[in-house]
């Protein structure tokens, strides 16, 4: 069986960066995160953020380069990061207990599920236009 790959994106307006925190499982609950979700089969990674994103936020978006290095989950599962910029439609919070957005000093402080984590100097450089 070949890995599953999970896309995330990373909206960045001026000098904010959006996050969500997350309403489930359980033992993710409450912590924050680059919105997104799971390739499906014969989807390519741009395809399924924006699907993603248009399902959970509400959201047309254009897919950019990507953001960091790929994070392994588990065994098999592939995280991956994008940044993203808007492109019409209106955020809202359907997949999620709550969005935000976030300037670089805040990056470090967020409670952020831990696969994330990873990613905070490449959002840090993104944020500061490094």
């Given at each position: 069986m070949s890995d599953q790959i999970v896309v995330a994106g990373a909206l960045i307006s001026g000098a904010a960066l959006l996050v969500a925190q997350r309403e489930r499982p359980p033992e993710l609950a409450g912590l924050w995160?680059?919105?997104g979700g799971?390739?499906?089969a014969g989807e390519s990674d741009e395809a399924a953020l924006a699907r993603e994103l248009q399902e959970e936020l509400g959201v047309e978006v254009t897919v950019g380069a990507r953001v960091g290095a790929d994070v392994a989950i588990g065994p098999s599962l592939i995280l991956r990061a994008y940044r993203v910029t808007q492109t019409g439609g209106t955020l809202q919070a359907n997949?999620?207990?709550?969005?935000?957005?976030?300037?670089?000093d805040e990056l470090e402080a967020l409670p952020w599920?831990?696969?994330?984590?990873?990613?905070?100097?490449?959002l840090r450089c993104a944020l500061t236009g490094q």
């Open positions: 995160e680059l919105p799971k390739v499906a997949d999620h207990r709550a969005l935000r957005w976030i300037t670089v599920v831990p696969a994330d984590r990873t990613w905070l100097d490449d």
